[in-house]
């Protein structure tokens, strides 16, 4: 059984069987002993949640799916006949259950927050039957004669119910919020959607898997493609399958993935007057929501991922795909049990209908080895690359900050004589020190602003706080206030060194062209003379070292006077030096180009 939580606190998510499923036979036998077989698998496939097969089982929780397995025994053996028998007399007695054996790869399961073990995907090896099954629900559909085909098949009743209370579960009372993440098979991308910008959402304008509350008596599984066809303004195609789920940690959300072939299936951005599905949260049209196809590989690092997603199992989306299902076995007509009269009796002919039907829907066929290998090839994480949108994307954090910089600096920096430097930006206010230049001294303060609906920022009042550096040893939970060279190095030092490395990056990478760059010599020259107050020794005069592209002459134009010279030249003794004017002389300090020398070694 899939989907719901069983004895042993695993919860197997649809669609986890569909690997093994896809590459091999499934073995039977007994009580889970390798070295007891007691039959054939003839076929096995797994049904996701939903699939019509289920009406006709009593009591199925409409999340579960289940994996099923048509077992013929070896009569021709002790152990088989023996296995028959008693899986016989068991379903007789509504007693029949059933296990499973497998390995869990060690990156496909997790472990959520009350501790259950969620498995997304196998490696199945063996079913067996057991005294007793790992979920309650475990049992034998039908069970055939013994005689072996044609005329003397024999159809028992179908399963009874199971008293457990499945609707009582606590997994699921606790699920507020539902959302469907759409991948497309063709491209391993995922359908995610842009919160419009709203003065009162505090997630403006982050990317998110669409979802929404549930609605008073409305199950997850219908909540979230209801919420997704509301927000996407699309209709989840007929061709998508649902094949896994999770829980978030708080156990308020759960998220299901779905699978649609192509990306063509989703229209996307549709205008809101040709929507198929209407917003009710956006009746007007007025605040639509972008929607657009993502590469898995780079939704867990996206700045402007809603934190809510970041829980989300990237691993379970990597490897979601379409289901597999093997050819529909023919089976024989099958003839019901006659009485003493020589008719069946009414539940006999109700089972035997209900079977027929079954049999009688369409089944997914077993896909040739070149598709299973493209198949297998488009889950692996798709290549960085452009998100497909039909609106240009919004403005970046790094262009937002720049904007908000420059009004806090309008707002502090007023009388010239102060600087303003942005020491943290969150999503209602900003954290800023101001430096004084005639006192030398520093102010922090908390700036709340906000972002009206044509992107304008305003700021409140500024208040002040005290800033504190504090340091996380390696390897421990706890931490201590940072002592002043600590404090330094965090707040002066690094983020120095750090938006120098990224100037140079851009500069040295760049076509810009000297004259271009003359508003970088005065920064660079400010910055010398603030290092050589702070008492670096900081040599203006000299050159750049070897093998730098900066291309910038940051030293006077003017020629340096000659210094005097202090020592007699070295040279060979018998030589005369040959005459030389003192314009065309150049002459080097040897301790200067010991340590050039030394550096271009090194």
Not at 133 to 155: D, F, I, Q
Not at 160 to 182: F, N, R
Not at 274 to 298: K, L, Q
Request: charged residues 25%; negative net charge.
């Amino acid at each position: 059984m899939t989907g719901v939580v069983d004895d042993v606190d695993d919860l197997i998510m649809p669609g986890a069987f569909a690997r093994t499923l896809a590459t091999r036979p499934v073995k039977t036998v007994w009580h889970h002993g390798w070295k007891e077989p007691v039959g054939v698998v003839l076929d096995s496939e797994e049904w996701l949640p939903g699939d019509p097969r289920f009406a006709g089982i009593p009591d199925w929780p409409a999340e579960a799916g289940a994996f099923v397995a048509t077992v013929l025994y070896n009569l021709r053996t002790s152990r088989g006949r023996d296995a028959y028998e008693q899986v016989k007399q068991w379903h007789e007695h509504e007693q029949a259950a059933f296990s499973i054996g497998y390995r869990v790869p060690d990156t496909a399961a997790s472990k959520r927050g009350d501790g259950v073990r969620v498995i997304h995907h196998l490696d199945l090896f063996e079913v067996s039957p057991v005294l007793h099954g790992a979920h309650p629900l475990t049992r034998a559909l039908e069970v055939k004669s013994a005689t072996g085909g044609g005329e003397g098949l024999e159809y028992k009743t179908t399963p009874s119910p199971v008293g457990i209370d499945i609707v009582a579960l606590a997994e699921d009372a606790d699920v507020k919020v539902a959302g469907l993440a759409v991948k497309a098979a063709d491209t391993g991308r995922v359908l995610m959607l842009q919160r419009a910008l709203d003065d009162e959402d505090p997630a403006a304008g982050t990317w998110e898997i669409p979802g929404g509350h549930l609605e008073k008596g409305e199950d997850a599984l219908s909540a979230a493609v209801r919420e997704w066809s509301e927000e996407t303004g699309a209709t989840l195609p007929p061709a998508a399958s649902v094949v896994g789920s999770w829980t978030a940690p708080n156990g308020i959300y759960r998220g299901y993935v779905a699978v649609t072939p192509t990306e063509a299936d989703v229209p996307i951005n549709t205008p809101h007057g040709s929507r198929s599905m209407p917003n009710p949260d956006d009746p007007r049209g007025d605040a639509t929501e972008v929607t657009a196809w993502w590469p898995i590989a780079v939704l867990p690092t996206m700045p402007l991922l809603r934190p809510e997603c970041r829980d989300t199992p990237w691993d379970l989306l990597a490897g979601a795909s379409l289901p597999q299902g093997p050819a529909t076995v023919q089976t024989s007509p099958a003839v019901p049990r006659p009485d003493a009269a020589g008719t069946g009796t009414p539940e006999e002919k109700s089972a035997h209908a209900a079977v027929q039907a079954a049999r009688a829907l369409p089944r997914v066929e077993h896909k040739s080895a070149r598709s299973m290998v493209a198949e297998a090839k488009s889950r692996l994480p798709a290549p960085l690359e452009a998100p497909a949108m039909s609106k240009p994307l919004p403005e970046s954090q790094e262009q937002f900050r720049a904007r908000l910089s420059d009004s806090v600096r309008e707002l502090l920096s007023q009388d010239g004589n102060a600087w303003t430097c942005i020491e943290g930006t969150y999503p209602k206010h900003v954290i800023v020190s101001v430096h004084t230049e005639e006192d030398r001294r520093s102010s922090n303060y908390s700036i709340p602003y906000a972002v009206t609906a044509d992107g304008s920022i305003t700021l409140d009042t500024p208040q002040p706080v005290e800033l504190a550096t504090i340091v996380v040893p390696e390897g421990t939970t706890g931490h201590r206030e940072a002592t002043v060279d600590e404090d330094v190095d965090a707040r002066v030092v690094q983020p120095t060194v750090g938006a120098l490395d990224d100037a140079t990056a851009r500069v040295t990478h760049s076509t810009a062209a000297p004259e271009q760059l003359e508003g970088v010599r005065d920064k660079v020259r400010s910055l010398i003379a603030a290092l050589s107050a702070k008492g670096l020794d900081v040599d203006e005069d000299e050159p750049p070292p070897v093998g730098s592209t900066l291309g910038l002459d940051l030293w006077d134009d003017t020629d340096d006077d000659a210094s005097e010279d202090d020592g007699e030249a070295d040279g060979d003794a018998d030589t005369a030096p040959a005459p030389e004017r003192e314009e065309d002389t150049v002459r080097l300090d040897p301790d200067e180009v010991k340590t050039l020398l030394a550096g271009i070694r090194s």
